[in-house]
């Protein structure tokens, strides 16, 4: 009995230490499951809020997106205070909800005062923010500043940085920053191939935009230099004169209307490009019987516009008209025609026809073409050595895609023998196209308003990325009295280097420039011979300000020996080289001859205590005054004797 007994206490102790496992585990079953309940609704939370986060990020940005958009709708149709104002708190409102294009746009208008009062410091804050987001537009700009110190610390290495992170972020300009920088060795290890890479990303961008429009170089005006001609040649067309040129157009003038009819369809001499107007004046020039009035139209309706809506049949039939009176312009547009198909079946032998007349006569865009017949086989038979011959014409009349191809077979060796210094230097012609050197006429405008801060900060940049003009620009607004970006100390050594620079582009009056710092030691340290030698180099180029200088160093032995017939050679070669240096040459030779009468008679011995140093001296510092006198003396002579 007492094993049945154990086996039934021993079964029932099983069953409860198995139930009160279970009810254990059913407990800790419910607590679980309230616990995952409990995370679940706190996940729920979380994901509701995150999502909330989410959405409204969306929406703000989509809101920043929007006022971005309005901002820059604004500013492409009007350009009036209250409307560039509007626009502008809409760009802030864009920029405070982090539109990043919002935010660049705002610093560039500040840095530049583009719209808004330069504030360059608030500039610098922006686009150290973007920078820090991997804009490239910011690392560029924090470069470029960083390379003059302008509210910035002043650091080359710091400016180099930033060019190399924003040309791998596709930044342009820094590419051709540093393109340039590799072609002459600035801060880094001189390398044409290098520069060959920076320089050609940029072109195949360029040239794929002159494809798409044509589009003409904007006129670079040089501040120290400028020509007081104010006909055809000046760079930006006087208000005046412009005034004066629409009385003659409206007088019946045809080549003043397809002048003015030009300057509009391009937009070219500080006049906005307008198409109704130079649709007017080409009107107006074609229906007086003027060739190029009607080859324009035909070529405005080919390619048509908002203004001018695209005719095949127009444009067929004014370049018709212009080519019976032989006009190459009429005379390129027929082949164009033939070679696409518009209008007019498709025909190459037509084509090609028409394009070898137009270019007997001259016309860039008919060579051009040719060109890329020759180089596609397109109706000839392929030959890269005419592709060359027709490619070089073209792009000595100025057709820039014809400079980018000349660039292309120099930089492969097809067609011409491979040259890296031939293929960047016509790199460098197409990069220099880019929009970005439309800051060369709002530079110049703002110069002209007397925005000086303004205007250095817009030709710095262009001169940081090669363009001479723009160097020797920003040389010179540093050297006037109202520049307030720089500290005092800053102006002359930046001023020097960029002399230089532009002097190693071939610029004359550069070079000049260079030569007078070392003379006088601005911004270094006096150096006669350096002095002399940037000098000879100006001589070289045929400036008469460098010749009369070496002779004046000559005559007194400044970092050269002194030698008086050299002094006499070089005054004559001054005169004989600028019609403008006689008066100085003429001056010079009075002091120089009246010192070499002294020291050939020996008068100053019979002057007791004087010494010939001491009236050397006393006629170097008073010698145009003495020469003055002179001359006055002279000239009562004169005007008594004809008196007499």
């Not at 007081?228 to 157009?249: P, R, S």
């Not at 270019?359 to 109706?379: D, I, P, T, V, W």
């Not at 970005?436 to 001169?463: C, E, M, R």
């Not at 911004?523 to 001589?539: P, S």
Request: net charge positive; aromatic share 12%; glycine share 6%.
């Amino acid at each position: 009995m007492k094993a049945p007994l154990v086996a039934l206490v021993l079964m029932a102790f099983w069953v409860t230490v198995h139930k009160s496992e279970e009810i254990l585990q059913n407990k800790r079953g419910v607590n679980i499951s309230k616990e995952e309940t409990l995370n679940k609704s706190k996940r729920l939370t979380v994901q509701d809020s995150f999502s909330s986060e989410v959405e409204e990020e969306v929406e703000r940005k989509d809101k920043g997106r929007q006022f971005y958009q309005r901002s820059l709708k604004i500013l492409k149709h009007s350009k009036n205070k209250e409307d560039t104002e509007k626009a502008h708190r809409l760009l802030v409102k864009a920029a405070k909800m982090g539109n990043q294009k919002a935010m660049e746009q705002l610093a560039s208008d500040m840095l530049f005062g583009n719209n808004v009062p330069q504030n360059v410091e608030a500039a610098v804050s922006l686009y150290e923010i973007l920078a820090e987001e991997g804009s490239h537009k910011g690392q560029t700009a924090l470069g470029f500043l960083s390379s003059y110190g302008i509210g910035v610390e002043y650091s080359q290495s710091k400016a180099l940085v930033y060019y190399t992170f924003a040309s791998h972020g596709g930044n342009l300009i820094s590419q051709m920053i540093l393109g340039y920088r590799y072609w002459l060795g600035i801060n880094v290890p001189r390398s044409c191939e290098a520069a060959l890479l920076y320089y050609k990303k940029v072109a195949d961008y360029i040239a794929s935009k002159l494809e798409e429009n044509e589009d003409k170089p904007v006129e670079k005006v040089k501040l120290m230099e400028r020509s007081e001609n104010l006909g055809f040649d000046t760079e930006i067309l006087d208000w005046d004169v412009h005034q004066y040129y629409k009385f003659l157009a409206e007088r019946g003038d045809t080549q003043i209307q397809v002048y003015l009819g030009q300057l509009h369809l391009f937009g070219r001499k500080g006049l906005e490009r307008d198409h109704a107007k130079a649709f007017y004046y080409f009107l107006k020039a074609a229906n007086a019987g003027n060739a190029h009035g009607m080859a324009f139209l035909g070529k405005m309706y080919l390619e048509g516009s908002a203004t001018v809506p695209q005719s095949n049949i127009a444009a067929l039939k004014y370049f018709k008209m212009a080519a019976e009176k032989g006009n190459s312009i009429g005379l390129w547009g027929l082949g164009l025609i033939y070679l696409r198909g518009k209008g007019l079946p498709r025909n190459h032998s037509e084509a090609f026809k028409y394009f070898h007349k137009a270019a007997e006569k001259g016309y860039a865009q008919a060579q051009f073409q040719l060109g890329l017949m020759y180089h596609n086989g397109s109706g000839v038979k392929r030959d890269y050595k005419l592709a060359f011959q027709y490619f070089y014409l073209a792009s000595q009349n100025g057709q820039p895609l014809a400079v980018y191809h000349l660039a292309e077979m120099y930089a492969t060796g097809m067609g011409a023998f491979r040259s890296c210094q031939n293929a960047v230097k016509l790199y460098r012609t197409v990069c220099e196209l880019g929009r970005w050197s439309d800051k060369f006429l709002t530079a110049h405008f703002a110069y002209q308003t007397g925005n000086v801060d303004s205007s250095l900060v817009q030709y710095a940049l262009l001169a940081e990325m090669g363009y001479e003009v723009a160097q020797c620009n920003s040389a010179h607004i540093m050297e006037s009295e109202n520049v307030k970006l720089l500290h005092r100390e800053q102006i002359y050594p930046l001023a020097l280097l960029l002399w230089k620079r532009a002097a190693n582009q071939g610029n004359i009056f550069a070079r000049v420039k260079t030569g007078d710092y070392h003379f006088y030691g601005f911004g270094i340290k006096r150096d006669y011979l350096t002095a002399a030698v940037h000098y000879n180099l100006a001589a070289n180029q045929q400036s008469a300000q460098a010749m009369f200088n070496l002779a004046y160093m000559y005559e007194y032995g400044l970092g050269i020996p002194k030698d008086i017939h050299l002094a006499r050679r070089w005054y004559d070669l001054a005169a004989e080289t600028s019609t403008d240096a006689f008066i100085p040459v003429f001056l010079a030779y009075i002091r120089l001859e009246v010192m070499h009468l002294f020291t050939d008679l020996q008068l100053l011995k019979q002057m007791g205590n004087w010494k010939l140093p001491d009236l050397d001296h006393m006629l170097r510092l008073h010698w145009d005054l003495i020469v003055m006198i002179v001359i006055v003396l002279l000239l009562i002579l004169l005007i008594s004797s004809r008196q007499n």
